[in-house]
């Protein structure tokens, strides 16, 4: 599915081609949390890297987390006037990038379930809104972004 993509302030454009399009995926980590805001949760989506075209890229700054007292490798971009969490790269997944679903201008399919995780890192304020059906985990769950897809019949490459 091709997704549109943008900044805030329109700075910075970009489409890419997502494999796992559903925004079902609610990370409430620290890291997601106080980059991307947004309820307290940031939610990924996956998508080919080779596909990402961008308009704009000189107002693109990155940030590299910091995990267990290590820097990762994995690369969040943002819009350097706006600051609005447009995708992250992760060297060690080469093939992919995961754009941030609130970057998304595209009509996005809905889930028919949300899964929670990194619960176990939300903020105290945050009130998590399930709904039938919905899972929760402390961390990471077990089932993958692919996985998840593919179960529920929304993976792009098996359409």
């Not at 105290?124 to 089932?143: F, K, L, M, R």
Request: glycine fraction near 8%; charge should be negative; include cysteine.
């Amino acid at each position: 599915m091709k997704l549109n993509g943008s900044c805030h302030c329109g700075a910075v454009r970009f489409t890419v081609t997502a494999y796992a399009p559903a925004p079902y995926l609610r990370c409430y980590c620290s890291i997601c949390r106080k980059t991307a805001g947004g309820g307290g949760y940031a939610i990924n989506l996956g998508a080919k890297a080779d596909t990402l075209a961008v308009e704009g890229a000189e107002n693109i700054t990155m940030f590299h987390a910091t995990i267990d007292g290590k820097q990762s490798k994995g690369e969040r971009r943002f819009c350097r006037h706006c600051g609005s969490a447009l995708w992250v790269y992760d060297p060690a997944w080469p093939d992919y990038v995961h754009p941030f679903a609130s970057a998304i201008d595209s009509k996005l399919p809905t889930p028919p379930e949300n899964v929670h995780m990194m619960l176990g890192s939300k903020a105290n304020w945050v009130n998590i809104d399930t709904a039938s059906g919905d899972t929760c985990h402390d961390t990471y769950p077990e089932q993958s972004l692919e996985a998840w897809h593919r179960a529920h019949g929304m993976l792009e490459d098996d359409k």
